[in-house]
């Protein structure tokens, strides 16, 4: 035994010296975040969003809101409240003449840096179903998911006359 006993010593000496040697650990380089948008940038971007839907409604197609609306969106209308599937499928087939429409009044208020909701006021020259297409206030929900701006939820309140 006492033979043994230099042969672990030196084992143990060995084997310290080894653990530390080992270098410090370094943090792996990691992508550098994306900078968060503005205000500013934000309000830009999803105005223009927004604006780029109301185009595709006023040409009755769905291609952008199949692309743009997240797909657990909802949306409230006088008719009710609705999904993406049933939204997309209502744009095509929507009895709505639109010659032209106006956006205004943008404001924007941020939910956190992934939320936004987008107010403002929308006016169109148009029919649905033979009624003038009221003036209304909009408000519009925009979620960034996996780095892509979705609309999530939309609502409309005609504007009293």
Not at 85 to 99: D, N, R
Not at 127 to 144: D, E, L, Y
Request: net charge positive; aromatic share 8%; hydrophobic share 40%.
């Amino acid at each position: 035994m006492k033979k043994h006993l230099p042969l672990a010593a030196m084992l143990v000496i060995a084997f310290a010296s080894f653990c530390f040697a080992q270098p410090e650990p370094q943090a792996s380089p990691s992508p550098k975040p994306k900078p968060a948008m503005t205000k500013a940038q934000m309000l830009k971007k999803l105005s223009a969003s927004e604006t780029k839907l109301w185009e595709a409604w006023k040409n009755k197609d769905a291609k952008p809101f199949q692309a743009w609306l997240a797909s657990d969106s909802v949306m409230v209308g006088e008719s009710g409240v609705a999904g993406k599937a049933a939204t997309v499928k209502e744009i095509t087939s929507m009895p709505c003449e639109v010659k032209s429409y106006s956006l205004s009044d943008w404001k924007l208020t941020t939910i956190n840096s992934g939320a936004a909701l987008l107010t403002y006021k929308g006016t169109a020259e148009g029919t649905c179903a033979g009624t003038a297409i009221p003036t209304v206030w909009a408000s519009s929900v925009w979620v960034n998911r996996g780095g892509k701006w979705l609309a999530f939820a939309h609502q409309e309140t005609p504007v009293k006359p």
